[in-house]
């Protein structure tokens, strides 16, 4: 059986050496023009999920063509990594974004 692709990629954020992974996240229009993506930002020398990892966000004004402004939204602690970000427009206008904080027990 074969699969219809039914979209196409809209933005892929390549891993570089400072940054070896890009995570979880979500897809949040904020407005008529403005799509913004909420993801994990891996940093350090490795990979895996135990290595540290901040809330970062970055911004699309044309419908996912182009996308910038990757901004830090929440830094993870010194012993901890943050992911599966979330993100909803409350009824105020404001944003929120869920989620995890998870700490490694070195013992």
Same mark, same amino acid.
């Given at each position: 059986m074969s699969m219809k692709k039914i979209g196409r990629e809209?933005?892929?954020?390549?891993? &570089?050496?400072? /940054? =070896?992974? /890009? #995570?979880?996240?979500?897809?949040?229009?904020?407005? &008529?023009?403005?799509?913004? %993506?909420a993801y994990s930002k $891996?940093? #350090? /020398? @490795?990979? /895996?999920?135990?290595? =540290?990892? @901040?809330? %970062?966000?970055? $911004?699309s004004y044309d419908e996912g063509e182009t996308w910038e402004l990757d901004i830090c939204v929440n830094d993870n602690t010194p012993d901890g990594d943050l992911g599966y970000a979330s993100t909803v427009e409350l009824s105020d206008g404001s944003l929120l974004t869920a989620y995890y904080q998870k700490y490694v027990d070195e013992n």
């Open positions: 809209v933005l892929f954020l390549e891993a &570089k050496e400072s /940054n =070896p992974r /890009n #995570g979880e996240g979500s897809f949040l229009r904020i407005d &008529k023009h403005t799509i913004m %993506y $891996y940093s #350090g /020398n @490795d990979w /895996n999920d135990h290595c =540290p990892a @901040d809330i %970062y966000a970055i $911004y």
